[in-house]
């Protein structure tokens, strides 16, 4: 299938602020969602973004989402060491169920 | 709660073995996949079922068998085991409503000799 594109690594400095970009490959997708995988677990969903939104803030999590572009960030303010982990962009298709991930961003903070 | 649970967590196998990974959920959920998991290629979709009796293939599904006789389990099956299986397995469910969370597993890391 067509592939979510993100970049591979990131990394920033304790304090900062990390922005984690996505492009997602179909216009008619209805939600997008961002997930946290921290080494040898499983994947936690952070948050989601419905397709008729622009912005959605929770806490130090900003999404951004430009449908026409079909591209979605997410921004971490105030970056911390527990941050560190690969994060996956992730689209859900209007036909169906499934998730069509990303290949995930491996991001590194430093203190 | 124990949410989606996976077992066993570690599995070597030789190749050519069969084994059954096993994932059970207890939040209700109707829709349960499998997923696998490799070094710079994400998360790729093997097979999904969206209630007790239906199943359906994903990406990459050769190699693999489901069944779904009831809602709680969702097991995957490895007919024939092969070094190219060799990855980690999640398991995850969800409800079907669109922007519901998918829940995973934790992993099994299977690695095939």
């Known amino acids: 299938g067509e592939d979510v594109e993100q970049s591979l690594f990131l990394s920033v400095r304790e304090g900062d602020s990390s922005v984690i970009n996505c492009t997602y490959t179909?216009?008619?997708?209805?939600?997008l969602y961002w997930y946290k995988q921290e080494p040898g677990a499983g994947l936690q969903l952070l948050t989601y973004?419905?397709?008729?939104?622009d912005m959605k803030q929770d806490q130090r999590l900003t999404v951004l989402l430009n449908k026409k572009d079909k591209h979605l960030s997410l921004r971490i303010a105030d970056t911390q060491t527990g941050d560190s982990a690969i994060y996956f962009c992730a689209e859900r298709k209007n036909s169906g169920y499934a998730l069509n991930f990303g290949k995930g961003t491996s991001l590194l903070v430093t203190p | 709660n124990a949410g989606v649970t996976q077992t066993p967590k570690f599995q070597v196998l030789k190749t050519g073995q069969s084994m059954t990974l096993q994932c059970a959920q207890d939040?209700?959920?109707?829709?349960m996949s499998w997923y696998r998991q490799d070094p710079g290629m994400g998360l790729r979709l093997i097979h999904y079922?969206?209630?007790?009796?239906?199943?359906d293939q994903g990406e990459v599904p050769n190699g693999y068998n489901v069944s779904r006789s009831t809602t709680e389990d969702f097991p995957l099956r490895l007919l024939s085991a092969a070094p190219s299986q060799t990855s980690v397995y999640f398991c995850?469910?969800?409800?079907?409503?669109?922007?519901?969370?998918?829940?995973f597993g934790q992993g099994t890391r299977l690695t095939v000799v």
């Open positions: 939040m209700n959920h109707e829709y």
């Open positions: 973004i419905f397709s008729n939104m």
């Open positions: 995850a469910s969800s409800n079907t409503g669109l922007g519901t969370e998918a829940f």
């Open positions: 079922s969206v209630g007790a009796g239906i199943t």
């Open positions: 179909d216009s008619s997708s209805t939600y």
